[in-house]
């Protein structure tokens, strides 16, 4: 038997994540993990999670296939590639709280930074394919760990000004195979457990039609809009991220 409130809270974190890979949410659907972990273990929720967010992927990439930027990904992939290996290396030497500490403060910094008039500046330059690599890193790191790589993604991303379709699309595609490559290593650390798949299984649809709503929102929003609401929920989200970081760090200490 299913705990009913582990059922709502469960499902309303799919259909947020949902939304988020459809690029409605920003990075919002970092709260998946944490909101899993009020009934399961992080490492188990991570677990579940996967299945579940390369359903969502397949449901994004299709939708998304002709507006993607394959610029940015071919700068930041190489990245994220390394950020899965680190990842995979240091997993039993990495808290889900320092993790999550740290993505809360870089992305708090990333806010910050996109109201200084230096940033205003560098919007009109071109990529730098540098820079796209170490967030690249990051975010494939922080994504292995905790399915937390969003606010990386979006540090390098959001200044790029891609239209929310191409932004979307981006995402979708730089996810679907970061969350890809993530399969082979969660199995050996034994994370693809019978458990955690048959809830997959079971909440999957919830997060693929989170999905389909959010496409269609997405295309109806203006650029401006989409911004705005997309740095003020990333601006919120970093304090929500450094609180969990600050609060799993004291509690495990």
Same mark, same amino acid.
């Given at each position: ?69 394959? +610029? ?13 290996? =680190? ?28 109201? &200084? ?7 009109? &330059? ?75 299984? &079971? ?40 609180? +969990?970081?600050?609060?799993?760090? =004291?509690?495990?200490?």
């Amino acid at each position: 038997m299913i705990d009913p409130v582990f059922f709502a809270v469960a499902s309303l974190a799919m259909l947020i994540v949902g939304l988020s890979k459809a690029g409605l949410l920003g990075g919002l659907g970092v709260i998946g993990v944490p909101l899993l972990t009020l009934y399961m273990p992080a490492r188990d929720a991570a677990g579940m999670m996967l299945p579940i967010l390369l359903c969502m992927d397949a449901v994004a990439v299709w939708m998304y296939r002709k507006e993607f930027s394959r +610029d940015l990904l071919k700068i930041m992939i190489p990245g994220a590639m390394v950020g899965t290996l =680190l990842g995979w290396v240091l997993w039993a030497f990495v808290s889900d709280a320092v993790v999550i500490l740290i993505v809360g403060v870089v992305t708090l910094l990333f806010v910050l930074d996109a109201l &200084l008039p230096l940033r205003k500046k560098l919007e009109s &330059l071109p990529p730098s394919t540098g820079w796209g690599r170490f967030w690249g890193v990051i975010a494939g790191f922080t994504s292995f760990i905790s399915h937390t790589g969003g606010p990386p993604f979006q540090i390098y991303a959001l200044p790029q000004k891609l239209t929310p379709a191409i932004y979307a699309g981006t995402s979708a595609v730089f996810f679907a195979i970061v969350n890809t490559s993530k399969l082979i290593p969660y199995f050996f650390l034994g994370q693809l457990n019978v458990s955690n798949l048959q809830l997959a299984a &079971l909440f999957a649809p919830i997060g693929m039609l989170g999905v389909l709503i959010g496409v269609i929102l997405v295309r109806k929003i203006s650029a401006k809009l989409f911004y705005t609401i997309a740095y003020w929920l990333v601006f919120l989200l970093s304090f929500k991220l450094i609180w +969990d970081g600050v609060t799993g760090i =004291l509690a495990g200490s």
